[in-house]
């Protein structure tokens, strides 16, 4: 039985089925789905992100806002733009929003932070309040929590610390990251990670390892994408990977919706975005992770002003328009799909409360 040999973790079929096509491919999909849709049924959460700063002190070598890049203007909203966004996402009815900026440690990021997640906490306390801001210390995300976020989303990129290291400059450490996702759990976070899919460098085994990492460390939900390439980044300038990646994108896009297929299958009650990059694929890409394997989707309310300069990988989609056009877009897509989106909802994670609960 092909649900039993996944979740024992067989290698031959884990490696067949994330390489799937065609009739085999077929057969994981609906596996995936119906995992999915014994948990949440045909529904689709959705949370309005705003990207509300550029500013990063790290240099990952993937990442277009990375400090190192000096063709990126940078820019932080102020708090005026913040509560027009959040104005939207009440009139659209969001159960949840999502910040998300590049890293930042300062005293100055700190007060910020903490100010516009209070703000949001007492304007519109039936919102889900997730945050997205990179690794942090202990005493400041226990602060963050005591102000009103509920979630926080820290990718771990790969579960390969050697991987790790060739994608990050010295300073960076992977075991720090992970020490992060440990402390968030201990301050009952509901706690997100991911990694990207695609990597030069990354192997089947690492993908194996990704998944079981995922398990074994009991994460409530998930944000995965399949890596893009970005021109300004010391990998986008590599002439060999630029080759590589152009040639290989279709087959990794593949693998990439296989492995959220079978994470769905190992991880039922778990949530599992349809990430933005998958756009760049397919104009359906997001549709198509929803219809597989995903339940939660994060539509962008950065100001349009913003947006251009919020790409950490080329061809983002969706940035010459405004938060009601991205709203509309996707909720039509989704109709359109067969699922259906769900407003007012703050849709935490089941996994959450069965790990918490019991």
């Avoid at 500013?55 to 027009?84: A, H, P």
């Avoid at 989303?153 to 994608?167: D, H, M």
């Avoid at 349809?274 to 309310?301: E, H, Q």
């Amino acid at each position: 039985m092909l649900k039993r040999r996944l979740q024992n973790f067989d290698q031959k079929t884990l490696i067949r089925y994330l390489q799937a096509e065609d009739e085999l491919q077929q057969e994981l999909f609906q596996l995936a789905r119906q995992a999915k849709e014994k948990v949440f049924g045909k529904q689709i959460w959705l949370r309005g992100i705003i990207e509300f700063s550029n500013i990063c002190q790290n240099n990952c070598f993937y990442c277009g806002i990375r400090k190192g890049n000096q063709k990126q203007k940078r820019f932080q909203m102020n708090t005026k733009e913040i509560l027009d966004c959040l104005k939207f996402i009440d009139k659209a009815n969001y159960g949840s929003v999502v910040y998300q900026s590049g890293e930042a440690t300062t005293d100055y990021f700190k007060d910020y932070l903490l100010n516009i997640v209070g703000i949001t906490h007492k304007k519109y306390p039936q919102l889900g309040i997730t945050i997205s801001c990179g690794e942090q210390d202990f005493d400041f995300l226990k602060q963050l929590k005591q102000a009103g976020a509920d979630r926080y989303l820290l990718r771990i990129e790969t579960a390969n610390p050697k991987l790790y290291a060739k994608l990050h400059p010295k300073e960076m450490s992977w075991q720090k990251r992970f020490r992060c996702l440990k402390n968030l759990q201990k301050l009952n976070y509901q706690v997100g990670t991911g990694v990207m899919v695609g990597l030069p460098g990354q192997t089947m085994e690492d993908l194996i390892n990704d998944l079981k990492f995922f398990v074994d460390n009991k994460f409530d939900m998930f944000g995965i994408g399949p890596y893009v390439i970005h021109k300004d980044t010391p990998l986008g300038r590599d002439p060999k990977i630029q080759k590589w990646w152009q040639k290989n994108k279709e087959k990794n896009f593949n693998i990439f919706l296989n492995f959220l297929a079978i994470l769905r299958v190992l991880l039922p009650n778990v949530n599992i975005a349809a990430a933005t990059a998958c756009d760049v694929f397919n104009p359906l890409g997001r549709i198509k992770v929803l219809r597989i394997a995903g339940n939660v989707i994060m539509p962008s309310v950065t100001p349009k002003d913003y947006r251009d300069k919020y790409l950490l990988y080329e061809n983002k989609p969706n940035i010459d328009e405004g938060a009601d056009k991205s709203f509309t877009d996707i909720v039509n897509k989704i109709k359109q799909a067969g699922l259906e989106p769900i407003f007012g909802e703050q849709g935490n994670s089941p996994f959450y409360y069965k790990r918490i609960y019991g």
